[in-house]
């Protein structure tokens, strides 16, 4: 059985930093594309982060230059180092995996993913 367990989300300041964990198990992580969504109250989810295979990552425009994903394959952890937070930034952040049978890169649709983490709340004061 597949499992994603995300952990570090918090309350924060803006210009505060956080870093997300997520920990995966039952799967064979180096063979998937792992990714960080979010989702705020009436909002759609929508991805933050991805990294590939290959360590290749992608970021939204809206997090560029401020977070960055990375994966430990010894680990089975992906990570999400989120600095110069703000308001706007406060959501669930969920960690997905995509085994990517069918396309190349960083999937940006929810549909792609074949597992999703339960989320952490993330929430930035102003």
């Known amino acids: 059985q597949v499992h994603l367990v995300e952990s570090g989300g918090g309350l924060v300041q803006t210009g505060d930093s956080l870093r997300l964990s997520c920990a995966a198990s039952?799967?064979?992580?180096?063979?998937?594309?792992m990714a960080w969504f979010r989702q705020a109250p009436g909002k759609e989810r929508e991805i933050v982060a991805g990294?590939?295979?290959?360590?290749?990552?992608y970021h939204s425009d809206s997090v560029k230059g401020r977070f960055t994903i990375s994966r430990d394959n010894a680990k089975s952890t992906v990570y999400l180092q989120m600095n110069s937070l703000k308001p706007e930034d406060t959501a669930v952040y969920y960690c997905?995996?995509?085994?990517?049978?069918?396309?190349?890169?960083?999937?940006?649709?929810?549909?792609?993913?074949?597992?999703w983490g339960q989320g952490t709340q993330v929430t930035v004061s102003s």
């Open positions: 990294i590939q295979r290959n360590h290749g990552t």
């Open positions: 997905a995996a995509d085994r990517a049978q069918r396309h190349t890169g960083v999937a940006r649709s929810v549909n792609t993913y074949d597992y």
């Open positions: 039952g799967l064979t992580f180096n063979d998937y594309v």
